[in-house]
Each structure stands twice: as C-alpha cells, then as structure tokens.
C-alpha cells in the first residue's frame, strides 16, 4: 500500500477533502449555520475538525457548532453502568438536532470509529444503547428523511479501524495508509476534485432519472446464495448523486458516493439473499450472513458472526424488520476496486448492491415528504427508528427489472451496468 509521506501533501489532501465535504456533499449556503455531530474517537476527528471548520467560515457560513461524542465512553458505561440505566439518553442532544434539523441548517456527521468496539460485551446491553439511542433520535431522523435540510456523512481514520484493515503494516503505517485509501475514493488525485465531483455526479443522475423512467414494479437479485424479488412503491422515485432539501439547497449527503437507490414497497420483498460483505454497526461486527424475507418482513436471519445482534436490532420496532432501501452500485465503482473491505458502511455500502433495513426515505416517493405517515405507509413507505444497510452486490450478483406487464430486462449482469448511455 503506498502511503503518503509528505506532511505539506498530506495537510493539502485534508483541505481538499474538507473543501469537498462543504462544497459538493453539504453545498453550503452562505448564512447558514453548521452543526457538526462526531461520532468515535475525538483525538482522531479533532485535527480534521479544524480544517472542515475553515472551510466552512471561508463558504460564509455564519456559525459552526459541534456536538462532541467520545465513543469510548459508551464502551465504559456498557461495562461498568447498571444495566437499568443504560435507557437513559441526554435529551439535548436531541433537543440541539432538532433545532438545525427543524430551521433548515446544515448538519454534517463525522465517523472516526472502532469496528470492533464492542466485541466482548453482552450483546443484549450493547443492543439496549443502540435502540434507545435510534427511537430518541426517531424525529430528528424523520426529518432527514423528509430532506428537510441538507446533511452529509463522511469518516476519518481510527487508530483500532486502521490496525483492522491493514493488519500485516506496521504501527505507524495503518493510518496513513487508511488516509490514503480514503482520499483516493474522495478522487482528490485529480487536478479539480471539486469539477470531477459533479461531473461524477451528473452520470449518476442519468442512472437515476433513466431507472424512476422506467418505472419497474419490481428487481430481481440473483447469484450465489441469493434469490430475492424486491417490490417497488407505485410512486417511487430513484435517487442518487444529489437531493434537493425543502429550502431548495441541492447537496450530496453521502461522500463517497457510488449508488442510485430508492424505495422497497414494505409489503412485497419475497425471498433469501445472502451479504457479500460484513456489517459493522454500532461496534458490533456481523459476518456471513442471510437473511429471508416473505411479505416484506424479514421471517429468518442465519449468520456466522453477530446472528444475534441482528436478529435484536429488527426486533428494535414493526419497521426494523422491512425494507426501507434498495440501491445499486456498479463492481467497477473506486472502492470495490480498491479491494479493500473498509469494515465501515459508509464506504463498503459504495462498493456494492444494497439492501437497508428499517426507515425509508421519504424523499424516495413522489409525495412521500409531504404526507401523513398513515397515508405513507399505504403507499408502501417503510418507518422504523433504525436504517441499517447490508451489502448484496458483487461481480456475480445480475439484477433484473420486472415492469407492469412483467417483462424482465436486464439492469446489471455480473455486477455491472446493463444500461448504456
């Protein structure tokens, strides 16, 4: 793996990737506020923090606010807090997303973590966190799903998550080359990583508006141990690429980003598939698993690793066992190339197929933003307190789309597009 060496590169490739984040993935407006919710280590997000922030006042924004979590800590009150306490959840974390979320600011989560943080710890504790945790944070999630502001997601290196995927480089090796990885799925290599961005995500908006022209009933997913007939809402809406928040503020919430997704209908997911990655989720480490579905509902899930975990957080509410997702991602996408297992959603949910678990984005649905949740769920939305994605995809998995009057036509074989341009 090489590795950057030069200390002016690097603190070049960190500007750069800061500037993306607020340009292309926030696309911040002039005058807005930012809050900032770190998630894992503070000593890892800490130096980058900096730099996100000077990008962010030199934008014009006119506040930036950070909501600070050391990932550590929840790792010590698992172990050493009375398991009667571990429903407790600081209402003003809250309260403070709510207040960006609600006004139509700008909210960015950075994710330094430990795929393995948890490893060790009774589950069923570790579980309780997790679940408190999403049904607190139930509105503000609604809200992000009704693109009520624009927001962003993006990760830095973590000491114990550089040592799990570069495990045979020395110490002082790991983050660096995480680093490196990371800025090359950024395409911060090319002369403009801004201009390459949009070009990037202008091919995926063709994908996207071709697929929601299209009109399929449902997909098809078929390869080794998966068997899996995904419906469509009547009035789904590919996206991909770019959202429009309700201000009119059009951003890019994943970086990176490689898919096009929209909305399962909750009622009409029958079959089996079987994960082609791991799933790393709130510390816990899933492994070879499956999971079955009939009538929308996940009836059975058989795993190497973690099985119980899983099998906890769909029980968490009615629409944690259903879909609220489904994306496709192209093999030859940067990060599947990489042939890195990156242990971390955010990147391995780009370089493959997807499924997600629990709530779906309302923006996926024509209307969906601006009805009731009964009237949404009729139309077969998916609300849940969680959104968990898995990865299906591979260069074996073909997808087929399945319209009106069930004609079957090619979407993607052997992993790839299908569709030509």
């Known amino acids: 793996m090489t590795t950057i060496t030069s200390s002016e590169e690097f603190e070049s490739n960190l500007q750069l990737y800061a500037d993306v984040a607020i340009k292309v993935g926030l696309n911040l407006q002039p005058g807005q506020r930012l809050l900032v919710r770190n998630i894992g280590s503070i000593v890892s997000i800490t130096p980058f923090m900096r730099h996100l922030t000077k990008a962010a006042y030199r934008a014009g924004a006119r506040f930036?606010?950070?909501?600070?979590?050391?990932?550590?800590?929840?790792?010590?009150?698992?172990?050493?807090?009375?398991?009667?306490?571990?429903?407790?959840?600081?209402?003003?974390?809250?309260?403070?997303?709510?207040?960006?979320?609600?006004?139509?600011?700008?909210?960015?989560?950075?994710?330094?973590?430990?795929?393995?943080?948890?490893?060790?710890?009774?589950?069923?504790?570790?579980?309780?966190?997790?679940?408190?945790?999403?049904?607190?944070?139930?509105?503000?999630?609604?809200?992000?799903?009704?693109?009520?502001?624009?927001?962003?997601?993006?990760?830095?290196?973590?000491?114990?998550?550089?040592?799990?995927?570069?495990?045979?480089?020395?110490?002082?090796?790991?983050?660096p080359s995480l680093w490196h990885a990371i800025f090359n799925t950024l395409r911060l290599h090319h002369p403009d990583p801004v201009a390459a961005w949009q070009s990037h995500i202008n091919r995926l908006v063709t994908f996207r508006d071709h697929l929601t022209q299209k009109r399929y009933r449902a997909l098809k997913f078929s390869g080794p141990g998966t068997d899996l007939t995904v419906g469509l809402t009547d009035r789904h809406i590919w996206q991909g690429g770019r959202i429009t928040s309700k201000s009119g503020i059009s951003h890019t919430p994943n970086l990176p980003t490689e898919e096009v997704f929209t909305m399962p209908h909750r009622e009409q997911v029958d079959g089996v598939v079987r994960a082609s990655k791991p799933l790393s989720y709130g510390g816990i480490l899933i492994e070879d698993f499956s999971v079955t579905f009939k009538q929308g509902r996940a009836v059975n899930v058989t795993a190497g690793r973690g099985g119980t975990a899983l099998r906890k957080l769909i029980e968490?509410?009615?629409?944690?066992?259903?879909?609220?997702?489904?994306?496709?991602?192209?093999?030859?996408?940067?990060?599947?190339?990489?042939?890195?297992?990156?242990?971390?959603t955010l990147?391995?949910?780009?370089?493959?197929?997807?499924?997600?678990?629990?709530?779906?984005?309302?923006?996926?649905?024509?209307?969906?933003?601006?009805?009731?949740?009964?009237?949404?769920?009729?139309e077969g939305g998916n609300v849940s307190a969680l959104h968990i994605d898995f990865m299906i995809g591979s260069d074996e998995i073909n997808v087929d789309g399945i319209t009106i009057d069930d004609t079957s036509e090619a979407v993607m074989r052997a992993g790839e597009w299908a569709i030509e341009f």
């Not at 370089?351 to 601006?370: D, I, K, P, V």
């Open 64 to 175: 930036v606010d950070v909501i600070w979590m050391d990932e550590q800590l929840d790792k010590i009150r698992i172990q050493y807090a009375e398991p009667d306490s571990l429903d407790e959840f600081p209402q003003w974390q809250v309260d403070g997303l709510l207040e960006y979320a609600g006004r139509g600011d700008a909210i960015l989560g950075i994710f330094a973590t430990d795929p393995d943080l948890f490893a060790g710890l009774e589950p069923e504790l570790v579980t309780q966190t997790q679940q408190v945790r999403a049904k607190k944070l139930k509105p503000y999630i609604e809200l992000l799903g009704k693109s009520n502001f624009n927001w962003l997601t993006i990760c830095v290196p973590e000491s114990q998550w550089a040592k799990k995927m570069f495990p045979n480089l020395p110490a002082d090796e790991q983050i």
């Open 316 to 344: 968490t509410d009615e629409g944690a066992s259903r879909l609220g997702e489904v994306a496709l991602v192209p093999h030859c996408s940067p990060i599947s190339q990489s042939g890195l297992l990156f242990y971390q």
């Open 347 to 378: 990147f391995d949910e780009n370089a493959a197929c997807h499924l997600a678990l629990g709530n779906a984005l309302r923006f996926s649905m024509e209307g969906g933003t601006s009805i009731a949740t009964e009237d949404f769920l009729d």
